[in-house]
């Protein structure tokens, strides 16, 4: 199995440009999360989704929006990309965390993106 | 407020020693921890999780501990190995239904 795939891995944009983050998982995982990782800030939550046609807002979610139409696909969307949007950028996807415990979530190996 | 935290200064051990790293949180009380491991370059591997009613959890070589009056986790690798050498980060929802905050991660250096 592929697991949760990210592409791009790499890219640059100017400011002002717009791009799409593609996350494709292969694993029936109903819960997606999109994450964004800066130096010495930890994990930190843009958006997730506990099913197709279900989005909602993590902790820092301006910027950014995402759309789930599929249970494989949770794409994320920079429409004006700015020089604080630098960063390096996780999906990850689990089973349902409803109930007493937590499922793990499987991520995906990043896509680092760079706004010049 | 509530946190999460873990030592951001890397832990530098010799290779056969057990690895100790530490996660504390404070104003709230998590129902689990997760560890997580991150090499450079990739995305973080989930590793275990613990729930407040356990005191310990091992897997191989690991072993968590959950401490709900010190506020605090611990994750011990023993017989560390060159191999482990990576970045570990803990996790927690910080309320009932929440979704995962993760701490910054521990660099955890292994030396021959």
């Known amino acids: 199995n592929a697991g949760v795939t990210q592409t791009p891995k790499f890219r640059i944009l100017k400011i002002g440009q717009s791009m799409t983050l593609q996350c494709t998982q292969d694993m029936n995982h109903n819960y997606m999360y999109w994450y964004r990782q800066d130096p010495g800030m930890g994990l930190k939550l843009i958006y997730y989704s506990v099913g197709a046609g279900i989005t909602d807002k993590g902790e820092v979610p301006n910027g950014y929006n995402v759309s789930r139409s599929t249970t494989e696909d949770f794409p994320l969307r920079l429409e004006l990309a700015a020089p604080s949007q630098t960063s390096v950028y996780f999906c990850?996807?689990?089973?349902?965390?409803?109930?007493?415990?937590?499922?793990?979530?499987?991520f995906g190996d990043g896509t680092r993106l760079s706004i010049l | 407020s509530q946190k999460i935290e873990q030592n951001s200064e890397a832990l530098n051990i010799q290779e056969g020693k057990t690895a100790t790293l530490t996660c504390n949180y404070t104003n709230y009380s998590p129902a689990y921890l997760q560890w997580y491991r991150q090499d450079p370059g990739r995305g973080p591997v989930f590793l275990l999780l613990i729930r407040e009613n356990e005191k310990e959890k091992r897997k191989e070589r690991l072993k968590v501990t959950f401490d709900t009056t010190l506020k605090q986790s611990l994750f011990h690798i023993t017989a560390s190995q060159p191999a482990d050498s990576a970045t570990y980060l803990c996790a927690s929802p910080k309320s009932s239904g929440d979704k995962l905050t993760f701490g910054t991660g521990t660099r955890l250096a292994v030396r021959p």
């Open positions: 990850a996807s689990s089973y349902s965390t409803t109930g007493r415990g937590s499922q793990p979530q499987h």
